[in-house]
C-alpha cells in the first residue's frame, strides 16, 4: 500500500507516474517497477479564500478571518490585506495580524489569517481585500465591502 504526496504542487506537476520500488535481495541492488499507471492533471486555483466579517460597530474591537481555499499539504501560503476606498489604499491604525495553521491530518492543514481591529465610521464603505499567495506565483483573494454601524 503506497501513497505519494507532492507537496506545492503546480500545473507542470501534470503526467502521468507509475511506481518503481527499489531495494536489496541476497545483498544485491534490485527493483521493481509496476505495470500501471495513472494520471494526474493539475489546474489553477480557481477557488478563493473565504472572508468572515461580523457585525461591525463603531469603537468596538473585531476580529476578521480570513481563511485559504482547500487543505494544503505544502509551504504554508502569505497573506496580505489590503484596505481601499475608491481607488486610494489606506492603513488602519492599531490592527494586528495573525497566522494560524490547523492540523487536521498528517498531509493536511488549513491556513488561516486574522486581522483584529476597532472600527470606526471613516471604515464604513471601505472595501477589505485578503490575498494569499502560495509557492510558484500563484494568488487568489476575496474582497468585501464594511458595514460600520455606529452607536
Not at 55 to 70: D, F, K, M, N, S
Request: proline share 5%.
Amino acid at each position: 500500500n503506497c501513497s505519494i504526496i507532492i507537496s506545492d504542487l503546480q500545473e507542470s506537476d501534470s503526467g502521468s507516474y507509475q511506481l518503481r520500488v527499489n531495494g536489496y535481495i541476497n545483498g544485491r541492488t534490485s527493483g521493481f517497477t509496476y505495470d500501471t499507471r495513472t494520471t494526474v492533471h493539475v489546474r489553477g486555483l480557481k477557488q478563493k479564500p473565504t472572508l468572515m466579517v461580523p457585525p461591525l460597530t463603531e469603537g468596538q474591537q473585531t476580529t476578521l478571518t480570513c481563511t485559504a481555499p482547500g487543505l494544503c499539504s505544502g509551504s504554508p501560503p502569505n497573506f496580505t490585506w489590503r484596505w481601499r476606498r475608491g481607488e486610494e489604499d489606506f492603513t488602519i491604525t492599531g490592527n494586528i495580524t495573525g497566522f494560524h495553521t490547523e492540523i487536521l491530518t498528517d498531509f493536511t492543514q488549513r491556513h488561516s489569517s486574522t486581522l483584529t481591529f476597532n472600527p470606526s465610521a471613516e471604515h464604513h464603505d471601505t472595501n477589505i481585500t485578503c490575498k494569499i499567495s502560495f509557492t510558484g506565483d500563484t494568488t487568489t483573494e476575496e474582497t468585501v465591502t464594511l458595514n460600520v454601524t455606529c452607536e
